[in-house]
Nanobody
């Protein structure tokens, strides 16, 4: 059974940092497009950052460029999102997601068929 389990969310003040983790189990980690999405109350789920597990281009939403970094540990089957200089508008539920492909593009929700349960990030001003 495929499982994506996120952790690392929490409450921080503006300017602070958090690192989210997503542990993948139940299928081979390689050969996947993986991404972080977020959804704030009343808003659509949006792509934040994405990558191909085999390496190459990483993708970022304009709103998080130069503040967030997506990375992975292929040995640990874990995806990370380092979030620095957090802003109140970053407050949302953050989801890890994956789908099978050898060609990835900027994260689009409907490409992804495996999802984690989400981890809440709250940034106060």
């Amino acid at each position: 059974q495929v499982q994506l389990v996120e952790s690392g969310g929490g409450s921080v003040q503006a300017g602070g940092s958090l690192r989210l983790s997503c542990v993948v189990s139940g299928y081979p980690y390689s050969g996947r497009c993986m991404a972080w999405f977020r959804q704030a109350p009343g808003k659509e789920r949006e792509g934040v950052a994405g990558l191909y597990t085999g390496g190459g281009t990483t993708y970022y939403a304009d709103s998080v460029k130069d503040r967030f970094t997506i990375s992975q540990d292929n040995v640990k089957n874990t995806l990370y999102l380092q979030m620095n200089s957090l802003k109140p508008e970053d407050t949302a539920m953050y989801y890890c997601a994956a789908y099978i492909s050898f060609r990835c593009r900027y994260p689009v929700r409907y490409d992804y068929n495996y999802w984690g349960q989400g981890t809440q990030v709250t940034v106060s001003s």
